[in-house]
């Protein structure tokens, strides 16, 4: 069974310009979540979506950061303007209607 | 907001050895979940615990749910060089509808052949 897909894989981007992070949740899951880790603060919840309805947005940083899910097989985690400081690994997680959350392979994000 | 504290920060051992890390948190948690991440790649799910008391194996790996509800275990037996990586703690701390996990800070595993 494939699991969550995340691309790309790695992002470089300069700052200022704009990033989409994409997912691919496990088939058949109602349930998505997208987290930001870094080294200093670890693995942080930024927003989670229950059939394709964002819940729980309270982890987004700011307004620079907006997150989608059109359909129940695709979210977008969009940062536009980038910022140095935005650099981290992002993951996408989806779970079925219980508490176990299945992680992507995330996305390296630089911004210089 | 919560916190779950994790420990050791990390560990040196030889392959062979037995492993205990532990998460401790300030407030009840009705799920705990263990996860372990390699460089580079996302974490994956270990071992999912839902009540207080619960014990539960993996291979050689075993949980253990806190009766308090505030701290959960895991220990690896015979420990492997593919052992290595960074064990997470996560847990839930409220019912219903609130599918949030709150994470420990991690455990780095080194293991010497």
């Known amino acids: 069974d494939a699991g969550v897909i995340q691309s790309p894989r790695h992002e470089v981007t300069e700052m200022g310009q704009e990033v989409t992070l994409r997912c691919k949740p496990i088939?058949?899951?109602?349930?998505l979540f997208w987290y930001r880790q870094t080294m200093m603060r670890g693995l942080e919840l930024l927003i989670y979506?229950?059939?394709?309805?964002?819940?729980?947005d309270s982890g987004m940083p700011e307004d620079r950061f907006s997150a989608k899910m059109p359909n129940a097989s695709f979210s977008t985690l969009k940062i536009q303007p980038s910022e140095p400081r935005d650099s981290a690994v992002y993951f996408c997680?989806?779970?079925?209607?219980?508490?176990?959350?299945?992680f992507g392979p995330g996305t390296r994000l630089t911004v210089t | 907001g919560q916190q779950l504290n994790q420990s050791p920060q990390s560990m040196f051992i030889q392959e062979g050895e037995d492993v205990s890390m532990n998460c401790t948190s300030s407030s009840i948690f009705n799920t705990w979940l263990w996860y372990k991440q390699d460089p580079g790649e996302g974490p994956v799910l270990l071992i999912a615990l839902y009540k207080a008391g619960e014990l539960t194996s993996n291979g050689r790996l075993t949980a253990q749910f806190g009766i308090t509800r505030k701290d959960s275990f895991l220990n690896i037996s015979a420990s492997i060089p593919s052992d290595v990586g960074i064990y997470f703690c996560?847990?839930?701390?409220?019912?219903?509808?609130?599918?949030?996990?709150?994470f420990g800070k991690g455990t780095l595993l080194t293991v010497n052949p």
């Open positions: 088939s058949g899951h109602d349930y």
């Open positions: 997680a989806s779970s079925f209607s219980r508490y176990e959350q299945y």
């Open positions: 996560a847990g839930r701390s409220s019912g219903g509808s609130n599918y949030k996990l709150t």
């Open positions: 979506f229950n059939n394709n309805v964002p819940i729980d």
